[in-house]
């Protein structure tokens, strides 16, 4: 067909572009030379079909936004000629290209490229031909242009280049000019770094301010919304100067941040985390925390299924330290009663659903409880000498090592049956894998446990008279293992007795003890021993100086045949027994 059989025709133009990228034609551009070969031609342009980032491997022609609608029976029903630059323009894949071919024919109607000004008429065996190459030369064109990308892409990966888009949290983007001019790698953005290590301590369940175990999905999910800590999208925004969108976090976003290998400095692809050719974890950026504490991250994330009930809490002086001994609850503050009324504390199982009262504790002021707390804590222990946390001196490799499991059965799974060439990359990387196990086992063997608890040359009260803040001392007390118990009933009492002296319950005179009262025991690990035998007399461990139990000392006769282990064992009982109820 000649150019002058176009003329009065009815065409279409269609453009499409599937990036941006320099050297690419624009749509603009494309539509402009399709008006100006229909004006040159004669052709009466009576639509446009612009799909702006459209790939055409991926999305046919049927269901492409606009070119879809011209693809109907109605649409191909309002035209002649198909205007494009290139037939890439309308078909990639050898699908979009037979259907184009096979409608065009029945309904006689013809392709014109703008890019050397082509007709082809697919009414025409020899151009149905030709068609047909260059439908190939366009797919085998789309298959290396992935495959080169594929390759970019590997190739970046394994030289810890950033694969784009908004970073994860606690890191931003920073460009190199080591591999490529636009290569861009990952480091640490300090600000956003410190409120991911927050919510992690959250989730795992000790943050210093937290109280009540470790905070679900949706708990952690406010604290971000009401800290105002912009979503990964924004704070990419916000890096590049732009305006962020304001999208909130939610439970589900919360739970992949927290679940995400990124804290350690590595990323995933296809399942599986990104190695070397050691096959050892490729490092995109130094990790925001150890491989032990991301191990106590995955667990916590494990157990956590669901995002109800924010389990924050307004911290009080005594808040978490006191428990009811008749039912076990917490005994937590009610909160003010009004302005310049105090703050009262009643047992958290006091109201039940419906006024059900399921607890018979009463409720006390706060300044009394503080009072009271300080004077029993300093009564009870004050001079005993506090436990401290020895850390282990080397890094437990437990939580590497399973984690390298992990990873050698998914090399051998993915290996299997694979083909030589192929194996071989996977068979380098099993054997660096294996010899860092063998490494780490060897680790194992020298490692001890901790933290442990150890005295300390300081006692209670040394440190409590240098702490004057509550949050420390709660903090610290917790830690310990202290447990107050609120007594304001007979009761009460009673099963608080039991449970620290069954023999003391046995005299116990209903009556006799004036109520409330405070009671304290050590619940926690029990520290290294108090003290020991020097010379036939206990000594305290931490000081080396002898104890100064002198009424219990001189109570024991010239002729008692007991051994000296016997006789600090008698002087400790004694002691436990004067202390063991509040004056």
Known sequence: MTFMQLRGKRGVIFARQSDTEPGSTSIDAQIDDGHAL???????????????????TEISILDRPQAGKWTTPEGMA?????????????????DDAGWLTHHFKRQGKL??????ERVYDPTDPSTRVLLAIENVQSVNYADATAANIRQGRRKGRELGRWRGGPPPMGF????????????RVLVRDDEM???????????????PDQTGGPWSFGAITRWLNRKKIPTNADRSLILQGKEPKGTLWDAKTTREMLASRSVLGQLMHDGAVIRGEDGLPIQFAEPLTSMERFAKLQEAVAKRKTAYGDKTQVATNVSGLVKCPECGGPVNSTGAAGPGKPRRYKCHNSTGKRGVRYCWSGQVQEAWLMERFESTFLDYFGDDHMPEIVQPTTVDPSAEIADLERQLDDLLERSAGKPEIVKARYDKQITAVEARLTVLAEQATTYRPGPRRVLSTVTYREWWEAHPSWDERRAK??????????????????????DSDPNVLATYQPGTYTMPILAMNITGEPAEPVWEIRDGLPHVIATGKPVEWASDLDGIPDDDDRTPEEIAASIAESIRQRTALPA
């Open 38 to 56: 229909a004006a040159k031609l004669g052709i009466e342009v009576v639509g446009v079909a612009a799909d702006p980032n459209t790939s055409a």
């Open 78 to 94: 309002a035209y002649d000629v198909a205007i494009c630059r290139k037939l890439d323009r309308m078909s990639r894949r050898d």
């Open 111 to 116: 392709f014109v490229t703008t890019q050397g």
């Open 172 to 183: 931003k983007t920073a460009p190199v000019t080591v591999w490529a001019d636009r290569g």
């Open 193 to 207: 770094a410190d409120y991911r290590l927050e919510a992690m301590a959250y989730a795992i369940g000790d943050h």
């Open 477 to 498: 007390i917790k830690e310990v293992g202290i447990t107050a118990w609120l007594i304001t009933s007979d009761t009460g009492l009673m099963h608080w007795l039991a």
